[in-house]
């Protein structure tokens, strides 16, 4: 008798041995367990994706990105986190390296060749920030200025193509690099989404210092990038986003992301609807 009942309890330790090591495995695509889920972010823009010092993340981005997750059956600390710069976005999605990216990833007809989208959640324009005792108050104001942006970006591109073809623009590979140089007096204007250049003016170091021209030069609807052809994730990931936008989960994180930085944002898009 006494036999028998150490024998089943080495089994019971002997299965849930054997189905730890079976949950231990490092597949990200599987949902529950002790699975993790890579989700492509920026690093360095305030308010929209940001890592802390502490190594914790902040911005509507990520919170964005922690809902979807958590409607795909993620909980956040089974967020993997990865760093997607703009000109890396495509190829992280077409590796495999990110099951999705909420990135300030502006939906274009020419990404679309590369990736699919879900959304948009939000829609932001290109603006400027400058010096805030400069005197550029339009677009052409840029044509033989000092001009930065960043590479990858549909704000890099508009200004070659329609905004000042004749600025003389320095792409960087993120945004960072640009304010510093701003402020440093190295460029005459920062050029990008008004949502990403509200969150650098509003940092207790710039504090004071620029001023966003508020020029709406484009409109950028943002988009959660996926690998092409994985229609079901953008499935999953619409439902999600029509979710957030109706239990009020979408007007919280624009509160707490956009209002520090005083961003007056457009209202909720509707999915599948692009402000063109
Ligand atoms: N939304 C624009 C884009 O997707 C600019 C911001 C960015 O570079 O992330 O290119």
């Known amino acids: ?34 699975d993790k889920i890579k989700i492509g972010v920026k690093f ?16 509507f981005d990520v919170d964005v990105a922690t809902y979807v997750a958590k409607e795909l059956g993620y909980k956040p600390d089974q967020i993997q986190w990865v760093e997607t710069k703009s000109a890396d976005r495509e190829n992280a999605l077409a590796r495999g390296d990110v099951k999705f990216i909420a ?7 020419e990404r679309k060749q590369k990736v699919d989208f879900a959304g948009p959640y939000l829609l932001a324009h290109q603006d400027l920030l400058v010096k805030k005792d400069a005197n550029i108050t339009q677009g052409a104001d840029l044509n033989g200025k ?44 920062v050029t990008t989404d008004d949502s990403i250049l509200a ?4 940092q207790d170091k710039y504090q004071g210092q620029f001023k966003l021209a508020g020029l709406k030069l ?43 930085a005083n961003y007056k944002n457009e209202p909720a898009p509707k999915i599948g609807q692009l402000v063109s």
Do not use: H
């Open 218 to 260: 484009s409109n950028e609807n943002y988009g959660i990038g996926v690998k092409k052809g994985d229609s079901a994730t953008v499935d999953k990931i619409n439902k999600a986003l029509e979710k957030m936008v109706s239990d009020k989960s979408w007007d919280k994180a624009v509160e707490t992301n956009f209002g520090p």
């Open 146 to 189: 000092k001009l930065c942006s960043v590479t990858g970006s549909t704000s890099a591109q508009n200004v070659q193509k329609t905004i000042a073809p004749k600025a003389n623009l320095k792409e960087n590979s993120a945004y960072s690099e640009c304010i510093a140089g701003l402020q440093n007096g190295a460029v005459d204007a």
């Open 103 to 109: 990135a300030s990833y502006s939906i274009t007809d």
């Open 44 to 59: 360095d823009q305030p308010g929209l994706g940001l890592k802390k010092p502490d190594g914790s993340m902040s911005g």
């Open 1 to 34: 008798m006494k036999l028998r009942k150490v024998t089943a309890v080495s089994a019971a330790v002997l299965a849930l041995a054997v189905s730890a090591t079976a949950c231990g495995g490092s597949s990200d695509s599987g949902k529950g367990g002790g």
């Open 199 to 202: 969150g650098f003016a509003a």
